[in-house]
Nanobody, 132 residues
Framework: VQLVESGGGLAQAGESLTLSCAAS????????????IGWFRKAPGKEREGVSV????????YYADAVQGRFTTSSDAAKNTVTLQMNNLKPEDPAVYYC??????????????????????WGQGTQVTVSS
C-alpha cells in the first residue's frame, strides 16, 4: 500500500481546502479488501490526531468531534483516491495532514480508527495553513 497526499496550502479562516490521497494497493468497492483510510493531522507542539476515516469498501465514514459538520471525506473508486473536503476552516485547523491506511478486518466503529498507532501505511503529509 502506498499513499500520496496533495492539495494542502493556505486559506483564510472560513474558507475551504480540499486534500486528496492517492492510494495504490487497495481495491476500492471491494468487500474482501476493506481498508480503513484515515486522515490525521499533526500541529506543532501537539500529538497527531485522527480527523476522519472512511471504508474503502462501502464509503462508511466517521469523524472526530472537532471537524464534524465541517469536514467531509469521500472516495473515488475509479481514481483510487480519498478526498478530505475542509470547509469553514478555523484557526485550530492548521497542521500537516496525513492519510493513512490499515486493514482492521470486519468494518464497524472502533476507537482504533482514530489512533495513529493503529495504522501501518502512511503518506508523506501535506501542510495546511489558515490565516485569520
Amino acid at each position: 500500500v502506498q499513499l500520496v497526499e496533495s492539495g494542502g496550502g493556505l486559506a483564510q479562516a472560513g474558507e475551504s481546502l480540499t486534500l486528496s490521497c492517492a492510494a495504490s494497493g487497495i481495491r476500492f468497492d471491494d468487500n474482501t479488501d476493506d481498508y480503513a483510510i484515515g486522515w490525521f493531522r499533526k500541529a506543532p507542539g501537539k500529538e497527531r490526531e485522527g480527523v476522519s476515516v472512511i471504508s474503502s469498501a462501502d464509503g462508511t465514514t466517521y469523524y472526530a468531534d472537532a471537524v464534524q459538520g465541517r469536514f467531509t471525506t469521500s472516495s473515488d473508486a475509479a481514481k483510487n483516491t480519498v478526498t478530505l473536503q475542509m470547509n469553514n476552516l478555523k484557526p485550530e485547523d492548521p497542521a500537516v495532514y496525513y492519510c493513512a491506511a490499515e486493514y482492521f478486518g470486519l468494518w464497524g466503529y472502533r476507537n482504533e480508527y482514530f489512533l495513529p498507532s493503529s495504522y501501518d501505511y502512511w503518506g508523506q503529509g501535506t501542510q495546511v495553513t489558515v490565516s485569520s
